[in-house]
């Protein structure tokens, strides 16, 4: 169990982690590798589970998460200025099309592998040799709320559907 310091809504990961890992070591258990699963994502799956596993072993690489795309570029984002009007955030893409931007990625929020040994020294997961296993967006969602969760049924049904659908082909 964790110790109350670390049982509240604004601990990071990183102590919570470091935490962890320290208990084992402490307690005589060893392992190479260790991966963080988020409660908050329910549509996690085994498959990917594996993939990011696997990248990690295979690439000796310090962390692998999952990461997803944003559904449009966030160099056409916008936001509000002290006016209450829109602008631009970099206006220099304003008129780029969209398919011509740099794709970017966001933590998926599901998942985090780490090499225990390399994890410890650096005691950061996204470090210089971090790997992405990218997952579709529709396995993406972050529950925090009651809209969420609704979503977050909304898209496993859909995506048991289309499961089932594949597996009659």
């Known amino acids: 169990m964790r110790p109350?310091?670390?049982?509240?809504?604004?601990?990071?990961?990183?102590?919570?982690?470091?935490?962890?890992?320290?208990?084992?070591?402490?307690?005589?258990?060893?392992?190479?590798?260790?991966?963080?699963?988020?409660?908050?994502?329910p549509l996690i799956?085994?498959?990917?589970l594996i993939q990011g596993y696997e990248l990690i072993r295979?690439?000796?690489?310090?962390?692998?998460?999952s990461v997803?795309?944003?559904?449009?570029?966030?160099?056409?984002s916008l936001k509000i200025n002290?006016?209450?009007?829109?602008?631009?955030?970099?206006?220099?893409?304003k008129k780029s099309r969209s398919q011509d931007l740099t794709e970017a990625y966001h933590d998926a929020g599901q998942?985090?592998?780490i090499d225990i040994k390399k994890y410890l020294k650096e005691r950061e997961i996204l470090s210089k040799d971090s790997m992405?296993?990218?997952?579709?967006?529709?396995?993406?969602i972050d529950v925090d709320t009651k809209e969420d969760w609704i979503f977050a049924e909304f898209l496993f049904e859909t995506i048991k559907k289309v499961n089932n659908n594949d597996k009659k082909l």
Not at 68 to 76: A, D, E, G, P, V
Not at 132 to 140: A, E, F, T
Request: glycine fraction near 2%.
């Open 111 to 113: 998942f985090y592998w």
């Open 4 to 41: 109350n310091k670390l049982a509240d809504d604004y601990t990071g990961t990183n102590a919570v982690l470091i935490h962890a890992l320290k208990w084992l070591e402490e307690n005589d258990i060893s392992y190479d590798y260790a991966c963080c699963i988020y409660p908050v994502a």
């Open 132 to 140: 992405p296993l990218v997952i579709p967006r529709h396995y993406v």
């Open 58 to 65: 295979k690439n000796k690489a310090a962390s692998v998460f």
């Open 45 to 48: 799956t085994k498959k990917f």
């Open 68 to 76: 997803t795309t944003y559904s449009s570029s966030i160099l056409r």
């Open 82 to 93: 002290k006016r209450n009007r829109l602008e631009s955030i970099w206006p220099e893409h």
